[in-house]
């Protein structure tokens, strides 16, 4: 089963940036998409980004759109999310998914391993 671990969280200020990394131990990284998630307080797991199998595609919720950058780079089996002008908003624990497929989707089902989460709150 693949094992994604996070890191790169905690707390910011609003309007500041963080960078979400995620590290992929899947042999077969180079040839799935992946994504990230968010599931804040009392609120269901959200789609945020995610990005084919050779970063030719990239997809966005429209709440991030313009603020987020997912990219990954294969040769470290690693993908990143760059977190810039922050809101409070954006507070959530932040998830990690490996795609069933090389190409982006924005549904939980189509992602078939998860990281544990990862804390980023944003402070007004």
């Known amino acids: 089963q693949e094992q994604l671990v996070e890191s790169g969280g905690g707390l910011v200020q609003a309007g500041g940036s963080l960078r979400l990394s995620c590290a992929a131990s899947?042999?077969?990284?180079?040839?799935?998409?992946m994504g990230w998630f968010r599931q804040a307080p009392g609120k269901e797991r959200e789609f945020v980004a995610s990005?084919?199998?050779?970063?030719?595609?990239?997809y966005y919720a429209d709440s991030v759109k313009g603020r987020f950058t997912i990219s990954r780079d294969n040769a470290k089996n690693t993908v990143y999310l760059q977190m810039n002008s922050l809101k409070p908003e954006d507070t959530a624990v932040y998830y990690c998914?490996?795609?069933?497929?090389?190409?982006?989707?924005?549904?939980?089902?189509?992602?078939?391993?998860w990281g544990q989460g990862i804390q980023v709150t944003v402070s007004s």
């Open positions: 990005i084919s199998w050779i970063s030719t595609d990239t």
């Open positions: 899947r042999l077969t990284f180079s040839s799935i998409a």
């Open positions: 998914a490996a795609g069933r497929s090389r190409y982006l989707s924005m549904h939980s089902d189509d992602y078939d391993g």
